[in-house]
């Protein structure tokens, strides 16, 4: 560990079917690292073609049983995020011939899948948002619907829901739709965000440029590095060991708080989740 910090990856991705898997968790904890919150993969990457909600299931089966193998290797411990992927919808319509009605039903099912393993104590939180790229209208329309029931089944449960949207530093709109369903805007996650976001809590890339921004801005954020441990895109997004280096190296910039708001209040604050108790030396910050 570093000096006895806990250390959490907010988002990425295990697949110990494909590549890597706790490999990599291994390679996290060498460095400093303690925490880990593993968000499923694509369905589509793991060949699923859903066609109702119960079929995102074994999605999500198997990632609650990577996550129990991570924990297993962690000082700390690991948590599920469960969701379907805003780029689904594309692909339903694209290729699979839905329309974005049905497309929205789908991934609206798939949700209530994944709540359903909240509820249960299973998993953590919940994953939505919607395309990152240009779509018509009316899949637009039909991925903010997903998204806003996205927030309806978490105020419900009391979660908290990580977003896949565009690259944006204001999305004040996206919580306030979040507001309206009953789910407060410190519950909402912008995953993949820069350093500083109105809105949603940011889940920085880490990188130093981003960091710096966040570290130096006093408000809530977290840190991750959307690994995606995929042997077809090795250096798509950044290593498994990423947010333990950029850690070590914050604590070398004296940014003491920030770290202390990324690793322990942002996740107690977004998630209730604490990873100073969670931590098996109890000699912590
Ligand atoms: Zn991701």
Known sequence: MIDDWPVLDNHLHLDPDNH???????????????????????SWHLGVDADEGADFRPVFERTIEVVEAASAELPGRAWPVLGVH????????????????????????GLEEAASFVEAGEALALKSGRPHYEVEDAVWEASNAVMRHAFTLAADLGCAVQLHTEASTEMPEVTEWAAAEGLPAHKVVK????????????????EKDRLRVAAECDEPFLMETDYIDDPDRPGAVLGPKTVPRRVAWLLEEGHETGVRQAHVETPKLVYGISTEETLEDPNHH
């Open 20 to 42: 890597r898997g706790i490999d990599a968790v291994r390679d996290f904890v060498r460095l400093g690292g303690t925490h880990l919150l593993v968000v499923n993969k694509p």
């Open 86 to 109: 805003p780029g689904l919808i594309s692909r339903l319509v694209d290729d699979r011939g839905f329309s974005p009605t049905e497309a929205r039903e789908l991934m609206q099912a």
């Open 191 to 206: 995953h993949y965000a820069a350093g500083r976001l109105e809105g949603p809590v940011p889940s920085v890339m880490s």
